[in-house]
């Protein structure tokens, strides 16, 4: 897709179009009513309905970067301890950040654990206002194409001017959609393909189900250079990885990240005397004195098996990379020049940022 880009809708929306010194003016007045104790809340949004209790879920964020503007975006209330998850795109160099809830409330909140392969956080709110906030249910399981999605999010700031997120609705395009971002390194695994209304601002807010339950995180967006926002396909990071990750960070796990040592791969279709072909992986440039080029693989190997497993396409040697525990050996048999042949690679940690 030369005439598009997939843009980490994990790049939060900045607001330009304020005059600075209001921004400033406006993210220090709402601050300052954090520091004091809020007056008695009033009942919040109603939350019988599937909707209403997404509603309560789904907070925005306005993230303060050091004198370089605000920058907006979304999460989700995680638990009752005031545990928010995000991407981690939205709050990357954040000097501040500000929670905005339903009716305009308002909580500071601070970052307490991040997976930034997987684009992920988690911040803690400083306070848990169980009239304004309800934690998410996950969904237990995988919507199917045709489901109804509800989006709901923070697209260009437009919760700053009441707190409530933005909802839009929309269906499940597809599943199993793995992408690799060669600029941050960031891996986005199993995503869930939308066209809910999707626009910048709109990172780290939640796709829901009709009975209210969190399927995904809004983690990227696909644009053209006429179409800066919605093209009616994005992309969120779904509820079991979100549920594995966020309970694995809570605890003070260290979440690892398998790597052979491509900084990318290419695809290319294997042709079968029956007539039809599968896709395999080829390795792109490597990585100097990375996992790869140490155990002799070359730019253009084809990717034919992992320990004697086939591997087929980018989507099944992403997810199978990064599920090796870095230091394990394991064999590749590739392709190389129509020779076949295996090596021994030992697993790396994958690098975050791309150095």
Same mark, same amino acid.
């Given at each position: 897709m030369s005439d598009s880009r997939l843009h980490a809708a994990n790049r939060a929306y900045r607001g330009r179009r304020l005059a600075p010194a209001f921004a400033a003016v406006a993210l220090s007045l709402l601050l300052a009513a954090c520091s004091t104790?809020?007056?008695?809340?009033?009942p919040g949004p109603a939350a019988a309905s599937g909707l209403g209790r997404a509603q309560m879920s789904v907070v925005a964020l306005v993230v303060e970067q050091g004198g370089n503007g605000d920058s907006y975006g979304a999460g989700v209330?995680?638990?009752?301890?005031?545990?928010?998850?995000?991407?981690?795109? %939205?709050?990357?160099?954040?000097?501040?950040?500000?929670?905005?809830?339903?009716?305009?409330?308002? !909580? &500071?909140?601070? =970052?307490?654990?991040?997976?930034?392969?997987y684009d992920f956080a988690i911040l803690?709110?400083?306070?848990?206002?169980?009239?304004?906030?309800?934690p998410a249910d996950l969904a237990r399981e995988l919507p199917r194409p045709g489901d109804t999605v509800?989006?709901?999010?923070?697209?260009?700031?437009?919760?700053?001017?009441?707190?409530?997120?933005?909802?839009?609705?929309g269906v499940v395009s597809a599943l199993h959609r793995t992408y690799l971002n060669e600029d941050t390194g960031r891996l986005y695994l199993d995503g869930i393909q939308h066209d809910a209304p999707t626009n910048p601002g709109n990172s780290g807010g939640g796709i829901f189900n009709d009975r209210g339950e969190l399927l995904g995180l809004n983690a990227l967006i696909?644009?053209?250079?006429?179409?800066?926002?919605?093209?009616? %396909?994005?992309?969120?990071?779904p509820s079991?990885?979100?549920?594995?990750?966020?309970?694995?960070? !809570? &605890?003070?796990? =260290?979440?690892?990240?398998?790597w052979l040592g491509a900084h990318r791969y290419k695809q290319a279709t294997e042709m079968y005397p029956q007539g039809y072909g599968r896709l395999r992986a080829v390795f792109g440039p490597l990585a100097q004195g990375g996992p790869a080029m140490?155990?002799?693989?070359?730019?253009?190997?084809?990717?034919?098996?992992v320990n004697g497993a086939d591997v087929f396409g980018l989507h099944e040697i992403l997810s199978l990379e990064d599920s090796l525990p870095p230091g394990r050996t394991v064999k590749l048999t590739i392709n190389r020049a129509g020779r076949e042949f295996d090596l021994d690679v030992q697993v790396g940690q994958?690098?975050?940022p791309v150095q």
């Open positions: 104790a809020p007056s008695p809340a009033e209330v995680y638990d009752t301890q005031g545990h928010i998850i995000t991407v981690h795109h %939205v709050i990357e160099d954040a000097a501040r950040i500000l929670v905005l809830l339903p009716g305009g409330y308002t !909580l &500071r909140a601070n =970052v307490v654990a991040i997976d930034p392969v803690r709110a400083e306070r848990f206002l169980p009239e304004r906030m309800r509800w989006n709901l999010g923070n697209p260009f700031g437009t919760s700053r001017f009441g707190g409530d997120a933005s909802v839009g609705r696909t644009t053209t250079r006429e179409t800066p926002g919605d093209s009616g %396909v994005a992309f969120a990071l079991p990885v979100i549920r594995r990750v966020a309970d694995a960070l !809570l &605890r003070g796990e =260290v979440i690892t990240h398998g140490r155990a002799g693989v070359s730019a253009g190997d084809v990717i034919l098996k994958r690098p975050w």
